[in-house]
């Protein structure tokens, strides 16, 4: 059964650092594009980085130069790397394995991210 779990969240000052993972159990793995997503309070779900199995990534500009994707296909794990934090980076943060038109495969807990000034 496909399931993805995200841990890593936690409180931080504003310049810090945190190092979020996402374990992907089932058969999602295999599939071409992970990514990381974020929702804050009373905004929409939005697309913060991808990484193709090959590795070529992808980043929002607002992340951009501060935040890394990576993943471990062996064990079957996407990483971020959150460097130079900023209050508006707070947000519940998410992985996915999105589908080629669009949707998304069902959504794990997420793991909090407070960023504070």
């Known amino acids: 059964q496909e399931r993805l779990v995200e841990s890593g969240g936690g409180l931080v000052q504003a310049g810090g650092s945190l190092r979020l993972s996402c374990v992907v159990f089932?058969?999602?793995?295999?599939?071409?594009?992970m990514g990381w997503y974020r929702q804050a309070p009373g905004k929409q779900r939005e697309l913060v980085a991808t990484?193709?199995?090959?590795?070529?990534?992808n980043y929002a500009d607002f992340v951009k130069g501060r935040f890394t994707i990576s993943r471990d296909n062996t064990k079957k794990m996407v990483y971020q790397q959150m460097n130079s934090l900023k209050p508006e980076d707070t947000a519940v943060y998410y992985c996915?394995?999105?589908?080629?038109?669009?949707?998304?495969?069902?959504w794990g807990q997420g793991t909090q991210v407070t960023v504070s000034s």
């Open positions: 996915n394995a999105p589908y080629s038109d669009g949707g998304f495969r069902s």
């Open positions: 089932g058969s999602i793995f295999s599939i071409n594009v």
């Open positions: 990484i193709t199995r090959g590795g070529t990534t």
